[in-house]
């Protein structure tokens, strides 16, 4: 492959990067239904993507919203002393949240970006602990938890295909 050939090659591949995970960066998501999540101070906030209908969700900051805007995922440190962090999902205002998987800070364990599937039936997310870190899934239902990659440290970010 010549030269010219390989960095058009690489400049459309980080291009691509930059599409799927820009958004997972800054921590800001959107769902089909045009709504936009982003963290403003400690907690989440939903906008129409025409800037319309800026409201507060009391749900931690860098809550995300399903493909269909039905459910909003986040991570939430436990109040009691326990030092456990939990993933959790809630209704698009944080009403009815669920703890669907624990983590525990005191054993370097750590839920960071989860992310909705395509569907909305499954989250992605980085797991970290004192022995490294690796990309999780599980369903919305807490069912089905596995590990889809595992380094020492660094795995993080992840972004689902458009076909999941």
Aim: charged share 15%; proline share 7%.
């Amino acid at each position: 492959m010549n030269s010219r050939r390989f960095r058009l090659v690489a400049l459309v591949a980080a291009a691509a990067l930059l599409v799927v995970v820009w958004p997972r960066a800054s921590g800001a998501s959107s769902s089909p239904a045009g709504e936009i999540t982003y963290g403003w101070g400690n907690l989440t906030r939903i906008v129409q993507a025409n800037g319309s209908g800026d409201h507060e969700v009391p749900v931690p900051a860098g809550g995300v919203l399903s493909p269909d805007g039905s459910q909003l995922a986040f991570t939430y440190p436990a109040q009691d002393h326990s030092q456990n962090v939990y993933l959790m999902v809630a209704e698009p205002d944080g009403s009815s949240a669920r703890i669907i998987d624990t983590g525990n800070f005191s054993s370097h364990s750590d839920f960071q970006g989860p992310i909705f599937s395509p569907g909305g039936n499954e989250l992605a997310y980085q797991q970290g602990s004192e022995v490294g870190s690796g990309i999780e899934v599980i369903g919305t239902d807490g069912s089905g938890l596995h590990s889809v990659a595992y380094s020492g440290y660094g795995t993080r970010s992840p972004a689902w295909s458009p076909d999941g």
